[in-house]
């Protein structure tokens, strides 16, 4: 069965610190890997996608994310964290049966 | 250029009411989605649509109906409202792609819905 993780419900860090946000999933085939991020009582934004080709992807507001295989993992990453990134972020994955599925969220707190 | 908009924003209602939740798109994306958003569940797919007159199941349809007559409007329907349907629902849309749930969805501001 197609699965998508996020392994921690929260994540807290310090304003000017590296961030990581998880993500690991199982599915048939090659995947889809999608970054949503939710920020309060608004609708989710797409941040950045994986379709095929480079593993390092970039996507809005300096976010950028892995596609690593191996491991099974799309990771979200940021260099330098802003209290502004605080919201909650969303792992989607689509597979060959192309049904798109989401992570639970993570919520991100960014400390000033 | 308005987007992606949902009407109301909140909604309180009673058990077995009949509530109509509304989605408009300005962008003519030809798909269109349903979401509802629960702690501990994430988003979960009620009902998606992939042009006017063509509706289908999500992950969680019971409860539901929607219709499509067209293509900028996707009303999400609860004939006879339940307390667990109280949630957060989205609309969302997409353009037309090589695949339906692998490029990127437009999502509206949600709509609260509390039935009581």
């Known amino acids: 069965a197609q699965s998508v993780a996020q392994p921690e419900d929260q994540v807290n860090v310090a304003e000017g610190n590296p961030l990581t946000v998880k993500c690991t999933y199982s599915?048939?085939?090659?995947?889809?890997l999608f970054w949503y991020v939710q920020y309060p009582n608004r609708g989710l934004q797409f941040l950045l996608k994986y379709i095929t080709g480079d593993n390092l992807v970039k996507g809005s507001y300096g976010f950028e994310a892995e596609f690593n295989k191996s491991q099974t993992s799309f990771h979200l990453k940021k260099p330098s964290a802003l209290v502004s990134d605080s919201a909650l972020y969303f792992c989607?994955?689509?597979?060959?049966?192309?049904?798109?599925?989401w992570g639970l969220g993570t919520s991100l707190a960014v400390n000033p | 250029d308005a987007g992606i908009t949902q009407s109301p924003r909140y909604k309180i209602t009673e058990t077995g009411r009949q509530v109509t939740l509304m989605c408009h798109q300005t962008w003519s994306h030809s798909y269109m989605f349903w979401y509802r958003q629960d702690l501990g569940h994430g988003l979960r797919l009620i009902y998606y649509?992939?042009?006017?007159?063509?509706?289908d199941k999500g992950e969680v349809p019971d409860g539901y109906v929607v219709s499509r007559s067209k293509t900028e409007n996707f009303p999400l329907t609860l004939e006879s409202a339940t307390r667990s349907q109280t949630s957060v629902y989205f609309c969302a849309s997409k353009p037309v792609s090589s695949g339906m749930h692998t490029d990127t969805q437009y999502f509206g501001p949600g709509t609260r819905l509390t039935v009581l």
């Open positions: 649509s992939a042009a006017a007159d063509i509706t």
């Open positions: 989607a994955v689509s597979g060959n049966n192309r049904k798109l599925i």
């Open positions: 599915v048939s085939g090659n995947p889809y």
